[in-house]
């Protein structure tokens, strides 16, 4: 698994991309539950972006 290509979070070339869903993710206050907004659209990440950012895998297309 994985795909040749530039990544579209970091926009370093990598040959391990793999589509997600970006995340969005507001932490939790006092008085508010964590909000994670899951954007539709898919996007290629190399792994230390997803490693570092929160995102969701995206099926297969
Ligand atoms: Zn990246």
Do not use: K, N
Not at 1 to 6: A, D, L, R, V
Not at 11 to 22: E, F, I, K, P, Q
Request: aromatic share 8%; charged share 20%; with cysteine.
């Amino acid at each position: 698994m994985g795909t040749t290509g530039t990544c579209e979070s970091c926009g370093r070339d990598a040959t391990d991309l793999v589509a997600v869903h970006r995340a969005y993710i507001t932490p939790a206050a006092w008085d508010e539950p964590e909000v994670v907004d899951v954007q539709p659209g898919t996007e290629q990440w190399c792994f230390p972006c997803r490693t570092h950012y929160p995102h969701e895998p995206a099926g297969p297309a």
